[in-house]
């Protein structure tokens, strides 16, 4: 079976009535819905057994030509764990899985307090850039719950857009717009890190490492506070470094 697994080098295939350039190669829609007739077998006959194959591939390629290769590859994995076949909307919903910001706003609430003593190390521009969307006051105040919810909305904002600035030095003038920007390419693969270890709702082990580091150092006390809210740990503790 021809490997759904795209590599960079991977080019379009030439552009032609019957398959336009930019829907995904045919040998990558014919391996996926070989995957899906071996996976599902009558499943699969009782969906779409009376579609015409040939036709509905086309439209898929079509249709999925628009998504990256590791969003791809998440849709494939994600359908390893459904009990039916999925629909197009429904596999493009599997390639493009929510993201779990928890560990992002963790670093948020921890950098913003370093910035203030000018120590802040950011792992990624787009987690400082979705932190100044939310502000130092809120960020030191709001429930996690709360803050967890406007944060996820500043990050999704951050990283659909075509550049990120970077951290800019903590006296320095933000930069112009278009000035010292990422280019496209390293932007993407910044985005594409942070949503691969941030995609799995329920992970917990950043909490985890917070309240070990708690252990040997002080921290702000919103930063333990979420982690012992993740961890469900907050109603059992009695205080915490302030």
Sequence with gaps: ????????????????PDWPQSALPK???????????????????????T???HKMKRFWAIELGQLTRDQLKAGVEAMKRAEWPPTLSEFVAMCKPPANYSEALYEAIEQIQKRDEGRDQWSNPAIYWAAIK???FDLRNLTHKDLLKRFTDAMEKVVAQETIEPVPPRHAALPAPGQGVASKERVEAEVAKIRATTKVPGNR???????????????PYMVGQMARQALGLDAQHKGGSI
């Design 205 to 219: 082990d950043w909490a985890k490492r917070i309240l070990e580091r708690e252990k040997r150092e002080k921290l």
């Design 51 to 53: 579609v015409d194959p």
């Design 1 to 16: 079976m021809t490997q759904m697994t795209p590599s960079p080098s991977t080019p379009r295939q030439p552009a032609s």
């Design 27 to 49: 040998p990558w829609i014919d391996s996926l819905f070989e995957r899906m007739e071996l996976s599902y077998g009558e499943k699969f006959s009782k969906n779409w057994g």
């Design 134 to 136: 939310i502000g130092s």
